[in-house]
């Protein structure tokens, strides 16, 4: 599906640029060298890997951008003397890219080519001996055009200069915008219309405060990556997956504006079999690129099958380009994901958050539905009329479901009671702080920590004694590779009775502002015909995030 022009957007100074926009609207899908090959591509390999993804049917999958990532440019940190344009490695590919790119595009894939918004490219060697694209946009873009590149992945290393300090900035910036429209511009001017703006999901300072990629790049990109780096491993997916879940809940993301969730690492050590089915299904049904980075001649057929699952495929390539939204956590056992799709139908996930082997249920009825046709999407069993779906899973397996024929629950649900948190009785260095986005204007803060921080609301009154709970809250503490999960924990009791740990997922990146409304957890022990509390701090000795109000059941 292709959208035929593009409207106009605001950059920052107040300039207006219409671009005429020619590129899928759907995610990529396709491969990529980082993760098999790392910065040290060569000729041998990526013919390897154009003729693998081919005899294994990953082109007829769908698989059709063909990406070389870091490696394959020249080491010397020279430019072309007669062009002034990034020269290729002679030594690892001693024809240069043009036949390997006219070698994917015989066999029906798309070239796709990888630079750096920066004086020198990312790189394993640190710091980089590769330069990089910046202050040389136009003529690196005729390079790629010469390439018959279609798409350009754009990175975000030294972009303040060329020392080891300065590989890979993670704090808030004020220039990516300028940066990355640069090339965003070139590209256009040569007609390569597809870019992924690399920049980590470091956040974007402006005079408003931070803003995250999702916010910035719409209208000088195609795509955006919403996290730092994937790495091998469940904890690297699920840090991605938390980061995840405020993009997924805002509502821009679409044709033209597309989270990038980073390269799949399904085929790689570090995740069993079903933790590396679930990645694949989250990615494809947040509607991420889907570019497999691994030996493709060394996937088991199983692997194979996963990836090649048509049916999670048409979720991903669903014109409609809107990721499904967390319903529910149930912390420590499951998370539950919904989303719509094009013709009505409704795209379902429940992950076991466990790390067991069980039986998840969903029931239908937490996702406003009362009958649905259900098509189990790994199995393709097919149930009809039902009310809720029930199967075995390994730990941190998943269930994919396609729901159609759905018959809506009639009635508005529960009324609630809001309560601001600001009200409560603090504690141990809890505080108010100002909120412009917070319903009372204020919020608390600095729950948990060393002190244990702690809030207490009285006198609530409540109809039910166990119930879903909807909490208010901010949580900008933003992970990268190797540094957190992209959650914080808070402890929390209702009458002094045992605590409960409750996992709240990053909900985006201004601390004023950035509030993640109505997230759902369940408590009990509520006294229907007496006054209730209800106790909030930290977990351990860690940070819980800063609350604007809470809503019981009337």
Not at 267 to 293: P, V, Y
Request: aromatic content about 10%.
């Amino acid at each position: 599906m292709r959208i035929p022009n593009y409207t106009l957007f605001a950059l920052a100074g107040g300039t207006y640029l219409a671009v005429a926009q020619q590129f899928q609207s759907t995610p990529v899908m396709g491969w990529n060298s980082y993760n098999q090959l790392a910065c040290s591509p060569d000729d041998t390999s990526i013919t390897e890997a154009i003729n693998s993804l081919v005899d294994r049917g990953f082109v007829d999958a769908g698989y059709k951008f063909f990406q070389v990532d870091c490696g394959w440019a020249s080491r010397d940190g020279q430019r072309n003397a007669t062009t002034g344009a990034l020269k290729i490695d002679l030594d690892r590919f001693p024809n240069g890219l043009l036949p390997l790119s006219n070698l994917a595009r015989s066999k029906g894939m798309k070239w796709s080519m990888y630079s750096d918004a920066g004086v020198r490219m990312c790189d394993t060697q640190v710091p980089s001996p590769v330069a990089g694209s910046l202050g040389n946009e136009a003529a690196d873009a005729d390079l790629f055009k010469s390439l018959n590149t279609e798409y350009l992945k754009y990175d975000n290393c030294y972009a303040d200069g060329p020392l080891s300090s300065q590989n890979a900035p993670k704090a808030s910036r004020t220039d990516f915008v300028t940066r990355f429209t640069a090339m965003w511009e070139e590209l256009q001017r040569v007609g390569i219309m597809g870019m992924l703006v690399c920049q980590w999901g470091v956040p974007y300072s402006v005079s408003s405060g931070l803003e995250g990629p999702s916010q910035w790049t719409k209208g000088l990109s195609t795509s955006f990556r919403l996290s730092d780096d994937i790495a091998t491993g469940w904890a690297n997916v699920y840090r991605i997956y938390n980061q995840a879940v405020h993009i997924a809940k805002s509502g821009i993301i679409g044709p033209g504006n597309i989270a990038d969730a980073d390269l799949l690492e399904v085929g790689n050590t570090g995740m069993t079999f079903d933790e590396q089915a679930t990645h694949f299904a989250f990615w494809a049904m947040l509607k991420s690129a889907l570019m497999i980075s691994t030996n493709v001649s060394a996937l088991s057929n199983e692997l194979v099958a996963v990836l090649q699952n048509q049916e999670i495929i048409a979720v991903n390539q669903d014109p409609a380009v809107k990721p499904i939204e967390l319903v529910q956590r149930w912390t420590a056992d499951r998370d539950l994901w919904a989303g719509n799709l094009n013709n009505g139908d409704i795209a379902v996930l429940a992950v076991d958050l466990s790390n067991t082997r069980r039986t998840l249920n969903i029931q239908f009825s937490d996702l406003g539905i009362k009958s649905a046709d259900v098509k189990d999407l790994w199995t393709s069993a097919t149930v009809k009329s039902a009310s809720s779906y029930s199967k075995q899973v390994n730990g941190h397996g998943s269930i994919v479901l396609r729901l159609s024929n759905i018959q809506r629950a009639s009635g508005s649900g529960s009324a609630y009671s809001y309560i601001s948190v600001s009200t409560g009785s603090l504690a141990s260095g809890a505080n108010l702080q100002s909120c412009t986005g917070c319903a009372s204007s204020t919020k608390v803060g600095n729950l948990g920590g060393s002190s244990n921080g702690s809030v207490v609301l009285s006198n609530i009154r409540t109809s039910q004694a166990n119930q879903t709970v909807k909490f208010d809250y901010i949580n900008c503490d933003v992970a990268y590779t190797g540094s957190g999960s992209n959650e914080r924990l808070a402890s929390i009791s209702v009458n002094g009775k045992p605590a409960k740990t409750v996992s709240f997922p990053l909900s985006g990146y201004n601390w004023a502002t950035d509030i993640y409304a109505g997230y759902g957890v369940e408590l009990s022990g509520f006294n229907t015909g007496a006054p209730n509390s209800i106790t909030i701090s930290g977990s351990g000795s860690g940070w819980a995030p800063d609350f604007d109000r809470i809503a019981v059941v009337a």
